[in-house]
Nanobody, 121 residues
Framework: QVQLVESGGGLVQAGASLRLSCVSSGTIFSINAMGWYRQAPGKQRELVADITSGGSSDYADSVKGRFTISRDNARNTVYLQMNSLQPEDTAVYYC???????????????WGKGTLVTVSS
């Protein structure tokens, strides 16, 4: 089995920073892309940022210049540094990883259960 566990969410005021972490554990041969998604109340889940195993990253326009995604391949961990948080960033943030469990297996997407980020004005 594979588990993704997020941490680092919380309640902050506008302009503050938070750092989210997501650790992947279990039977893992390799991890391809990792990413962060978010879902605000009443809205669809959207991609916030993702990063390849080689370190190439991409961001939603709404977070460019404020959020930074990074990963530690040795620890199977992906991070999201969030600066200058705004009330519109309030959402449940989910970690995603594309994982190959065995050398001969397929790549599958796995999800964490989410961590809540609330930004007050």
């Amino acid at each position: 089995q594979v588990q993704l566990v997020e941490s680092g969410g919380g309640l902050v005021q506008a302009g503050a920073s938070l750092r989210l972490s997501c650790v992947s554990s279990g039977t893992i041969f390799s991890i391809n892309a990792m990413g962060w998604y978010r879902q605000a109340p009443g809205k669809q889940r959207e991609l916030v940022a993702d990063i390849t195993s080689g370190g190439s990253s991409d961001y939603a326009d709404s977070v460019k210049g404020r959020f930074t995604i990074s990963r530690d391949n040795a620890r199977n961990t992906v991070y999201l540094q969030m600066n200058s948080l705004q009330p519109e960033d309030t959402a449940v943030y989910y970690c995603n990883a594309n994982i190959k469990r065995t050398p001969w297996g397929s790549r599958d997407d796995y999800w964490g259960k989410g961590t809540l980020v609330t930004v007050s004005s």
